[in-house]
């Protein structure tokens, strides 16, 4: 039992870690986190999901509560959050292929986030080419910025984040 609960506290508390420390990010970048142009850097975290499952909540989490904080649109708060989640689950999936980590969030974000774009604000771009600029977004913060993210990781995985929440 002991054992069992030791676990609980440690998803619970990477899980945790992980959603302070997006909101964090949003907030220290929030004039480039939203818009049709968007460059979020906190997406780089879900790379998280390679190491540990408690990336799936606390990246959620993390979202939905800094779209709440810096006062995105209700739609955005759901489908943006929604376009994360699904993100870190496929990341999860994909984390025996450590290179491809970075793609479901890429996806999930880059269809998602036009149509909130455009149902939430109004926002009169096309869809492709909204899909365009948050891909490219996404694409620096996901698979730039968090495949440099996931090598460091990688190296120092036991210091970081211990034996027991690395699962694979």
């Not at 779209?67 to 689950?89: E, M």
Request: proline content about 4%.
């Amino acid at each position: 039992m002991k054992n069992k609960s030791m676990k609980t506290v440690y998803f619970l508390t990477y899980a945790s870690a992980i959603a302070a420390i997006y909101v964090a990010l949003v907030a220290a970048f929030a004039p480039v986190s939203f818009g049709p142009v968007q460059f979020r850097i906190a997406e780089s975290l879900c790379i998280l999901a390679f190491f540990t499952p408690a990336a799936i909540p606390g990246l959620f989490i993390g979202c939905l509560l800094s779209n709440l904080i810096c006062g995105a649109a209700v739609l955005d708060v759901i489908f943006g959050s929604l376009a994360t989640l699904i993100g870190a689950v496929g990341s999860y999936g994909l984390r025996k292929h450590k290179w491809l980590v970075c793609v479901p969030p890429i996806v999930s974000n880059t269809i998602i986030i036009p149509w909130v774009l455009r149902y939430a604000y109004g926002s009169e771009d096309m869809i492709w080419f909204a899909m365009v600029t948050v891909g490219i977004g996404e694409i620096l913060a996901v698979g730039v910025l968090g495949n440099m993210l996931l090598a460091v990781l990688e190296r120092y995985k036991g210091a970081v984040f211990g034996k027991e929440a690395v699962q694979r």
